[in-house]
C-alpha cells in the first residue's frame, strides 16, 4: 500500500487534495443535474435547473453579506463574484469599463471545462442564473449582462452594472 493510501485511509488527506476532490464532484454534480434534466424534460428541466442555481445564488449571497460584511455596491458584487470564483478555481480577469460597469473574463473555468468534456456548455442553465442571483443578491442595484456567451470554445465574458429598477425581480423583464 502506498504512503497516499495509507494517509488517506486513515483521514490524513492533504488540504489540496480534499478541496481539489470536493470541486471535482461539484463540477461533476452541477453538469449531470444539468444533462440528466435536460435529456429527460428538455426545456422543462432546464428551468428547474435554473431555478435551483437562481435559489443558491440567493442564499449565498446572504451568507456572503453576513460573513464578509459586504455592502451593497457595485463593487461588493464584484467582491462576491471573485470569492465565489476563487472558491471554485475559476481564474477571472476583471476590466473597469467605468465607475458604473465592470466586466468579468474567465481565462479558466473549470465548470466551463466539464461541460465541454461532456459536449454541452450548460451555462445559461447553471453558472448564468447562480451569479446573476448572487450579484442582485449583494445589491439590488446591480444588473448582469453577458457581454460575450460561452460556446464549446471560449469561456464567457459577463458585465456587472447599475441599472433597472431595484425592485425588480429576479428573472423579470
Not at 494517509?7 to 488527506?13: E, F, T
Not at 442553465?125 to 442571483?133: D, F, G, K
Amino acid at each position: 500500500m502506498g504512503l497516499a493510501r495509507k494517509l488517506a485511509v486513515r483521514g490524513m488527506i492533504p488540504s489540496p487534495m480534499k478541496v481539489a476532490e470536493i470541486r471535482d464532484n461539484l463540477y461533476r454534480l452541477m453538469t449531470e443535474l444539468a444533462v440528466v434534466l435536460d435529456e429527460r424534460f428538455g426545456e422543462a428541466g432546464r428551468d428547474a435547473v435554473a431555478e435551483v442555481f437562481r435559489r443558491l445564488g440567493t442564499e449565498d449571497a446572504g451568507l456572503l453579506r453576513e460573513r464578509l460584511e459586504l455592502g451593497d455596491s457595485l463593487q461588493d458584487a464584484l467582491d462576491a463574484w471573485l470569492v465565489v470564483g476563487g472558491l471554485m478555481g475559476a481564474k477571472i480577469r476583471v476590466r473597469w469599463v467605468n465607475d458604473s460597469r465592470v466586466e468579468t473574463e474567465h481565462p479558466y473555468c473549470p465548470q466551463h471545462a466539464a461541460f465541454v468534456k461532456r459536449g454541452s456548455v450548460y451555462c445559461d442553465t447553471v453558472c448564468l442564473p447562480y451569479v446573476e442571483a448572487l450579484a442582485k443578491g449583494i445589491s439590488h442595484r446591480v444588473r448582469m449582462d453577458v457581454v460575450v456567451p460561452a460556446d464549446m470554445s471560449h469561456t464567457c465574458t459577463k458585465a456587472l452594472y447599475y441599472g433597472g429598477d431595484p425592485n425588480e425581480q429576479l428573472g423579470q423583464p
